[in-house]
C-alpha cells in the first residue's frame, strides 16, 4: 500500500522546524529524507546518517536532526535557503508512503526599536538638553562677569583720573591764597602811609 500526501509549513528565519511524517514508526522502517530531490538523512533500524555528501553539508551545516521515535526531521536556525520542497519516504515489507512538504521561509519582520531602546535614547536626549542649557546658564555667567569687570575697571580708573586731577590743583590753590595776603597787607601799609602814621603804630 502506497500513500502520497503533500503538506505547506511556513516559518521565519532563525526558528526551527519539524516536518512530520504522522505515521507509527515501525522499527525495521526505511525511512528517507530528501530535498530538491537530494538524498540529506535516512533512518534505518537504529542507525541513521545526515548530509552524506558535501553539498548538502554545504547547504544545512549542521542543522538537520532526526527524531528516531517518529522518523521527524528538524530543520534548526532556518534560512531563506531552506525554503524548497522536502520529500519523505517510509519503505517496509507491507507498505510505502510518501509525503511532500513544501516549505517556505521568509525575514523576520522588523519590530522596529524596542522599549528598552527607546528608552535609552529618550535619556540621552533629555541628558544633552540639560548640557545645552548648562552649557548656556555657564555662557552667560561669563558674560555677565566680564561686563561686572569691566565696569569695576572704569570704575577704578576713573577714580584714579580724579585723584590725580585733585592732586594736580591743591597746590595752585595753596599758591593764590598768599597771594591775597600780600595784597591787603599792601593796601593797609599805603593807607597808613596817608595818614602820617607808619605800619607799625597801626
Not at 507498505?95 to 525575514?107: D, E, G, K, Y
Request: charge should be negative.
Amino acid at each position: 500500500m502506497s500513500q502520497d500526501q503533500h503538506a505547506r509549513t511556513h516559518a521565519h528565519t532563525r526558528e526551527s522546524v519539524t516536518l512530520d511524517p504522522g505515521v507509527i514508526k515501525k522499527r525495521n522502517d526505511l525511512i528517507t529524507w530528501y530535498f530538491d530531490d537530494s538524498l540529506i538523512a535516512e533512518i534505518t533500524g537504529d542507525q541513521s546518517k545526515i548530509c552524506t555528501d558535501d553539498q548538502c553539508k554545504e547547504r544545512f551545516r549542521d542543522r538537520l536532526k532526526l527524531d528516531h521515535q517518529t522518523g521527524s526531521l528538524i530543520i534548526t536556525n532556518t534560512r531563506n535557503t531552506d525554503s524548497g520542497e522536502y520529500k519523505l519516504q517510509i519503505n517496509n515489507s507491507r507498505f510505502s508512503v510518501i509525503r511532500s512538504f513544501s516549505l517556505s521561509v521568509t525575514a523576520v519582520p522588523d519590530p522596529g526599536p524596542s522599549s528598552a531602546a527607546i528608552a535609552g535614547i529618550s535619556v540621552v536626549r533629555v541628558i544633552c538638553a540639560v548640557a545645552a542649557v548648562v552649557l548656556l546658564l555657564a555662557s552667560a555667567a561669563a558674560v555677565i562677569y566680564c561686563l561686572y569687570r569691566s565696569k569695576q575697571q572704569r570704575k577704578y580708573y576713573i577714580q584714579l583720573i580724579e585723584e590725580d586731577v585733585t592732586e594736580q590743583m591743591s597746590p595752585n590753590q595753596r599758591t593764590v591764597t598768599p597771594q591775597r595776603d600780600d595784597d591787603n597787607e599792601t593796601e593797609t601799609e599805603l593807607m597808613a602811609t596817608d595818614n602820617g602814621t607808619s605800619p607799625s603804630e597801626t
